[in-house]
């Protein structure tokens, strides 16, 4: 054999053969009917599974609550008797400095993730938002404000990338992206807590209220195992059986999975030593198996934030009251919060049944035309604003549900698909540290669109923004359908091997296909398969 040929592992008794060979060159693929397991009985108790990743995306509630906080504080800051009075200027940099903290965040998780483990990332991630929402419960001045908002935004830099990768390292493919959605359903329950709590509850009382959330994630996190892939990665097979007997059950073929983990890591040369050198990172950075996932998901990341998702959340009370609604602000917000969250879930079930595209098209779709709608009402109301008499607004309630239907279609979409994605698509040996990058652009990116809100508003009017938004969701829309892969239901090593140019494609070979007749020939003639032909990627005996 030579060092391009490829070994199929079929089941445990060829593991041995597959890892001598591993470790000569040869690069070793997984057969579908190891890494997927399609019988109920070869998959691992999915309570234990459901648990780990509830624990692990607790952290992101706290997200959903620094999202929401600038959309109740603002106007009690604006109002007459604030405590702490606030202009335009200095309430855009409440609402976005929690932006600012969060790129440097995601950046340090993950260089703690791949260094230290993503068990200890989630612990450590819990500081600096303990610290933040204190400082913010105890403020006098904006100053205060602004400190408590970048180390609140600091915390959930770093708590972004390690809860979605844990969940996707301790769950089986059938379970892992309605499991990974869980971060996005966090977020989605965080705003709504602070919507709520904010229509009755000063800011100082609704921060203090926060703090509970950091400090009961890093108390449960502590009893939580490490990641078996994480703990192969650095040679620990020993304790990563302990960690998959705790996740999966003991009725689970432990070892049959570890021994997996084995070969795929001795095939991506991800393990072998406890830390890559500054030349081997390099190099795993700029590899198209790394560099390709990152430009999908960071222009994913940049086209999603700019449909305005971020600008409606951090400033829902305000555009409210804008849009000529007769409803009650407070009202329309908390309800807002409902939707989001109800749809988060659907989302997420959607996401196990549906796939990624799908859900990313409808988000596209639907963000634009609602956007563009809401643009439109605005633009008509600016004129019978400036009409000598006002002409009273008619249909006040077309705002309200562009405004709703935005939320909808973006959250079954744009709010989960790319936060799974950043679990699944990047190689084990620079997972962490990738999905750091990744999660700081996407944090960048609102920034941007947060802080810009008010200038855009300034030069486009309010109406032209939206317009923009919505122009900005269907020229997406386009990039979606041109170069998003559909990952549902593969494995970890599948979409690896997909982006390293091993596989030409992630989808099922049809009935019929040239590698399923071979196969079929193969086994018509009583040869058990054991290789893949790298040139015809036929089974050989």
């Not at 607790?58 to 997200?63: L, P, R, S």
């Not at 600038?70 to 604006?78: C, G, M």
């Not at 998901?297 to 934030?305: A, G, P, V």
């Not at 309800?335 to 109800?342: K, M, S, T």
Request: net charge positive; glycine share 8%; aromatic share 10%.
């Amino acid at each position: 054999m030579t060092g391009k040929d490829s070994v199929v592992l079929v089941d445990k008794d060829t593991t041995p053969q597959i890892m001598a060979n591993a470790e000569k060159g040869v690069t070793v693929t997984l057969a579908n009917v190891e890494s997927h397991p399609n019988k109920a009985a070869e998959r691992g108790k999915a309570m234990r599974q459901v648990i780990a990743a509830f624990i692990a995306n607790m952290g992101t509630i706290n997200t959903g609550l620094i999202f929401g906080f600038s959309a109740v504080v603002i106007p009690q800051l604006q109002a007459p008797d604030s405590l702490i009075p606030v202009d335009e200027s200095q309430s855009s940099w409440v609402a976005s400095l929690s932006a600012i903290g969060t790129p440097i965040g995601c950046l340090l998780s993950g260089y703690v993730m791949d260094n230290f483990g993503r068990k200890k990332a989630l612990i450590a991630t819990q500081i600096p938002t303990i610290i933040g929402w204190i400082i913010i419960a105890c403020a006098s001045n904006v100053g205060m404000i602004y400190a408590g908002r970048v180390l609140t935004g600091f915390g959930s830099g770093m708590v972004g990338a390690p809860a979605r990768v844990y969940t996707s390292e301790v769950t089986q493919p059938h379970l892992r992206g309605m499991l990974c959605a869980l971060a996005s359903t966090g977020i989605s329950l965080g705003v709504l807590i602070q919507y709520t709590l904010g229509a009755f509850t000063t800011w100082k009382f609704l921060s203090g209220v926060s703090v509970i959330v950091p400090i009961a994630a890093l108390i449960l996190m502590l009893l939580m195992p490490e990641t078996p892939n994480y703990l192969v990665s650095k040679q620990k097979p020993e304790k990563a059986r302990r960690s998959l007997a705790r996740l999966r059950g003991s009725s689970y073929n432990i070892d049959r999975e570890v021994e997996q983990l084995q070969a795929f890591a001795a095939k991506t040369n991800a393990s072998g030593k406890k830390k890559l050198s500054l030349r081997e990172t390099i190099l795993a950075l700029v590899h198209p198996s790394c560099l390709k996932p990152f430009a999908i998901l960071t222009i994913y990341f940049m086209m999603y934030q700019f449909s305005g998702v971020n600008t409606i959340t951090f400033y829902a009370v305000e555009i409210f009251r804008d849009s000529g609604t007769k409803l009650d602000k407070n009202t329309c917000t908390i309800l807002l919060g409902v939707v989001r969250l109800i749809f988060t879930i659907v989302g997420a079930i959607m996401l196990r049944r549906c796939g990624r595209r799908p859900l990313t098209f409808i988000s596209g779709i639907g963000c634009g035309v609602t956007m563009i709608g809401l643009g439109v009402y605005l633009k008509c109301k600016h004129g019978w604003d400036l009409a000598d008499p006002p002409i009273e607004p008619t249909a006040t309630w077309f705002p309200v549900a562009c405004i709703f239907i935005f939320i909808i279609t973006c959250t079954l979409g744009f709010l989960i698909v790319p936060w799974v994605m950043i679990g699944e698509l990047y190689p084990m040996k620079v997972r962490g540290l990738v999905g750091g990058f990744t999660t700081c652009m996407a944090h960048s990116f609102v920034f941007i669109v947060v802080k810009t809100y008010p200038f855009l508003t300034h030069v486009l009017e309010r109406h032209g923004t939206f317009i923009l938004y919505g122009c900005f969701s269907f020229a997406g829309t386009v990039f979606f359908y041109l170069c998003l892969p559909e990952t549902k239901g593969k494995t970890l090593q599948e979409i690896e091997d997909y982006f390293s140019g091993r596989t030409k494609t992630l989808k099922k070979a049809k009935p019929g296909s040239n590698d399923q007749q071979d196969g079929q020939q193969l086994l018509a003639n009583g040869t058990k398969p054991s290789v893949l032909s790298p040139q015809k990627n036929a089974l050989l005996p």
